[in-house]
């Protein structure tokens, strides 16, 4: 693991541990001050107050797209309130550095009917021979309730056997982001699935695994296991597609979140389909999302559906080429 080695390194260190005991996660922070360490550290910087003129060099040097850009900036900002509040500062030098302007951002959102198709195609790649099924199967489950759930990807990693809680019909999950708990209920369907698994993983290995989903006897899933799988999947169903900016308008590619993404939307979409008010679904949907605030949860809501995605991807494909 990469060291922090400019003057600021020992306050470095304790801020991603002050972080960490809040419940963040820390390789994104982390990764983005190293990079500004490193830049502190380069320039032969003594120790001292550091201007806004500083960072505003440091900026011009960033070589990337400007969500990225402002969100180095935010974490070194959120740095240096920690500063402030130690008293190692008299006041944040980033406080009036202005965001750079960003693009609009379209996610990638999957139909009801194309996140059936994943889940198939997942399914159709589980192996039967007895060395491969149960990682294959634990595979898939994680992959459905990513899907159906609307969970984060690692929050599947993470659940031991006892989070399962089959009378009840939920899921237990502990100390995720923002170091939150929460109770979620799961679809019938979801749970039908999840006891025919368990009767599978009762049958192939003992309680010295203490995670619901395994990759052998000792050991849980892997995240990049599970983001190859659900990469190879989206390929066999035809539905890879690059990332693309056409103007000022980010295209994203598919991802594992996009399922999180797809499940908000696609919730909200039939809530508003029998007739009733989505807006008043946002608080409970928010909760069950793991989201702090509803406000989280509405910021999903770019779009009502993938068709309207796909139709203004068209569109603007179209007014480009007719320029």
Do not use: W
Request: charged share 25%; with cysteine.
């Amino acid at each position: 693991m990469k060291h922090f080695e400019s003057f600021l390194a020992p306050r470095l260190n304790e801020f991603i541990t002050y972080r960490q005991h809040l419940g963040y996660s820390i390789k994104p922070i982390r990764s983005r001050l190293l990079r500004f360490d490193r830049y502190v550290k380069d320039k032969k910087i003594e120790p001292g107050v550091l201007r806004p003129s500083f960072f505003l060099e440091f900026r011009n040097t960033l070589k990337l797209e400007p969500i990225s850009i402002n969100g180095m900036l935010g974490t070194v900002r959120v740095f240096f309130n920690f500063l402030v509040r130690r008293g190692d500062y008299p006041a944040n030098p980033l406080k009036d550095i202005p965001p750079v302007p960003e693009h609009p951002f379209a996610p990638f959102i999957f139909s009801p009917e194309q996140t059936g198709h994943i889940i198939e195609a997942v399914c159709k790649r589980i192996r039967i021979e007895p060395k491969y099924y149960l990682k294959d199967l634990s595979e898939y489950m994680a992959i459905v309730l990513l899907a159906r759930c609307g969970l984060r990807i690692r929050e599947p990693l993470r659940l031991q056997t006892h989070h399962y809680r089959r009378r009840e019909i939920t899921i237990y999950i502990e100390k995720t982001k923002f170091n939150k708990d929460r109770l979620i209920p799961v679809p019938k369907s979801v749970a039908l699935e999840l006891d025919n698994y368990l009767s599978v993983r009762n049958a192939f290995i003992t309680d010295q695994n203490p995670y619901l989903f395994v990759r052998n006897r000792q050991n849980g899933l892997s995240e990049a296991r599970l983001r190859l799988l659900f990469h190879r999947a989206v390929h066999d169903i035809g539905l890879d597609r690059p990332r693309q900016v056409i103007g000022r308008m980010i295209f994203a590619s598919p991802t594992p979140h996009s399922l999180r993404h797809s499940f908000a939307v696609n919730t909200l979409k039939r809530i508003k389909d029998r007739g009733d008010c989505p807006q008043h679904a946002l608080p409970v949907l928010a909760t069950y999302m793991g989201h702090r605030i509803y406000q989280y949860t509405a910021n999903y809501l770019k779009f009502i559906d993938a068709e309207q995605r796909k139709g203004l991807l068209d569109f603007v494909v179209f007014k480009k080429e007719d320029i």
